[in-house]
Nanobody, 123 residues
Framework: VQIVESGGGLVQAGGSLRLSCVAS????????FGWFRQAPGKERESVAA????????YYADSVKGRFTISRDNAKNTVYLQMNNLKPEDTAVYYC?????????????????WGQGTQVTVSS
């Protein structure tokens, strides 16, 4: 199983980025996915999650209305569209796959993780 994130970078406050997560070695439709982030000195926190069909989503309060999670099952890809970015969004963002169809915000309920992609928002 391989999870690979891309799309991170440096952006000014108020800007946008779209993260992508490609999963291989899994039956993609059988998995729910989540995006997590970890800033220096802080614990890993859930950002968003999406069910196997995309019909159910979850967002942390800190990103509601700014971030959108989606998935394209034909491309084995999950996306995180991030708009109106703030300096406090700076972190390494991780994509994770959960061998279940329902969503979860708990990191310990995910089975596979990517290496992460750095997002830096300057003020």
């Amino acid at each position: 199983v391989q999870i690979v994130e891309s799309g991170g970078g440096l952006v000014q406050a108020g800007g946008s980025l779209r993260l992508s997560c490609v999963a291989s070695g899994v039956t993609f439709d059988d998995y729910a996915f989540g995006w997590f982030r970890q800033a220096p000195g802080k614990e890993r926190e859930s950002v968003a999650a999406i069910s196997w069909s995309g019909g159910i989503t979850y967002y942390a309060d800190s990103v509601k209305g700014r971030f959108t999670i989606s998935r394209d099952n034909a491309k084995n890809t999950v996306y995180l569209q991030m708009n109106n970015l703030k300096p406090e969004d700076t972190a390494v963002y991780y994509c994770a796959a959960r061998r279940a169809r329902g969503i979860s915000s708990r990191p310990d309920e995910y089975d596979y993780w990517g290496q992460g992609t750095q997002v830096t928002v300057s003020s």
